[in-house]
C-alpha cells in the first residue's frame, strides 16, 4: 500500500480514496490482503480468484486462518477480515476446471470451480460474522453468462457495480 501513500503524497491529499480490484491471482492476492493487512480502501473487489481466505482456524493457511501466529489469526483477525468492504465479483459461467485452477485437497474442499468457491466463501463468511455477531461488510456480486474472463468481467455493468458506493 505504498503506492497509496506516493500518490496521496504527491496529489496533497492524504485522504485520497481508493479502491482495489483483482482478477484471478490479482484475486487471490487481494484475498489475502483483506484477511491480513489493515488497509483503508473503499472496496476491495476479488474477481474469480482459484482460491479465498477461508474465515476460520479450522482451515490451514493460505485457505484460512489456521496455523499462523495469534495476532494474524485471533478473533480479532477475522473480525477485521469480515468487516473489510470486500465484493466478490464472480463469473457465474466461471464453472471449468482449466489448467490454472488450483485442484488441491484444500482448494478443493472450497468448491469444485471458482464460481462454487466463491458462492461456498461468501454464505460460509455470511454466517460465521452472523454467529459471532460481528460487522459483515461484504457483496456478492454475479456476472451471469461470463467465465474465467477478465476483459468480459471488468467490461460487465456488474463490475462498475462492485466499485460503486454502498
Known sequence: LKIVEAVRALESRPELPYYLMGHSAGGQALSRLAAFV????????????????????????????????????????????????????????????????????GADRQGSNRYERGMNLFRAARKVAADAGWEFNWRLVEVPGIGHSARRMYESPQAVAALGAE
Not at 51 to 72: D, Y
Open 38 to 105: 489493515p488497509n483503508s480502501a473503499r472496496r476491495i473487489v476479488i474477481a474469480n480468484p482459484s482460491t479465498h481466505v477461508w474465515p476460520t482456524r479450522a482451515e490451514r493457511f493460505p485457505f484460512g486462518f489456521g496455523g499462523l501466529p495469534a495476532t494474524l489469526s485471533d478473533d480479532a483477525a477475522l473480525r477485521r477480515y469480515l468487516a473489510q468492504p470486500v465484493t466478490l465479483l464472480l463469473g457465474a459461467a466461471d464453472v471449468n476446471r482449466d489448467r490454472n485452477l488450483n485442484i488441491t485437497a
